[in-house]
Structure formats: C-alpha cells, structure tokens
C-alpha cells in the first residue's frame, strides 16, 4: 500500500469505540423522493414499502429493499441499498445511506426476497404472467 494511503486512514472497527446501541433506522415509507436520470430528466418516485434486514455477518450494515413507484409512469421498480454506521468524522455513529454498489450474503439476499415474495410485492406479476 503506498505511503499516501496511511495519511488519512479511515477508523476501522478494531481501532474505533463503535458505540453498543445504534440509532434509530430513518422511515422511508410514504416518502417522495426525485433522482436524475442518465439523459439529465429528473425522475419523481414515492416509496411504497421498505423491507430492512442486518446483514448476517457485520453488526454495522442494514440491507435495504424498497418498492418504488415512479410518479411520471405509474410503474413499479424495486431498489437494493444498505446503511452502514458511519466512520469518519462528519458521520460517525450515524446511519449512512450507501452509495455504492450492494454486497450481500446469499442468505440474507434469499431472506429479503421471500419477505418481498409473503409481501405480495410480486402479485401483479404473477396475475399477467405465470411464470412467479
């Protein structure tokens, strides 16, 4: 590792007192949010429903799944995301929405999605089509 990688290194669990209670996971059921699109349109959506898991192996990562339906549209997509206790200084000790791709155990991806399934979140899919 180059010498300006030790410079600035980021706490990590061995080297940090993380505190034994989080706080509170924030609600996003209800919520309106707007995210720009690839051409530069910006996209309305209103989150339906949140299925929210602790990721089996790490006691800092919550592991989220939402059903989103976008307003212009009226269609349904579903997103992965995760929140992790935040590291460095302006966040620490505070959820943190990931803004990077989503790792995830098998177990706990197979867990969310049979949550999705006894949710129903599929059911209009399985009406026009047979196949789920």
């Known amino acids: 590792m180059g010498a300006h990688r030790k410079i600035n290194q980021i706490p990590t669990k061995a080297n940090l007192d993380l505190p034994t209670a989080w706080p509170e996971l924030p609600n996003n059921i209800g919520?309106?949010?707007?995210?720009?699109?690839?051409?530069?349109?910006?996209?309305?959506?209103?989150?339906?429903?949140?299925?929210?898991?602790?990721?089996?192996?790490?006691?800092r990562k919550i592991i989220v799944m939402q059903k989103m339906?976008?307003?212009?549209?009226?269609?349904?997509?579903?997103?992965?995301?995760?929140?992790?206790?935040?590291?460095?200084?302006?966040?620490?000790?505070?959820?943190?929405?990931?803004?990077?791709?989503?790792?995830?155990?098998?177990?706990?991806?197979?867990f969310i999605l049979d949550e999705a399934k006894r949710r129903r979140w599929f059911q209009q899919l399985a009406n026009d089509d047979n196949t789920i």
């Open 31 to 59: 919520k309106k949010r707007r995210i720009p699109a690839i051409d530069g349109q910006i996209r309305h959506f209103l989150i339906e429903d949140e299925i929210i898991h602790r990721q089996s192996n790490s006691d």
């Open 69 to 110: 339906r976008f307003i212009e549209e009226d269609r349904i997509e579903f997103r992965f995301g995760y929140y992790m206790i935040g590291l460095k200084p302006k966040a620490r000790g505070r959820w943190v929405w990931g803004q990077f791709c989503l790792l995830v155990p098998q177990e706990d991806l197979l």
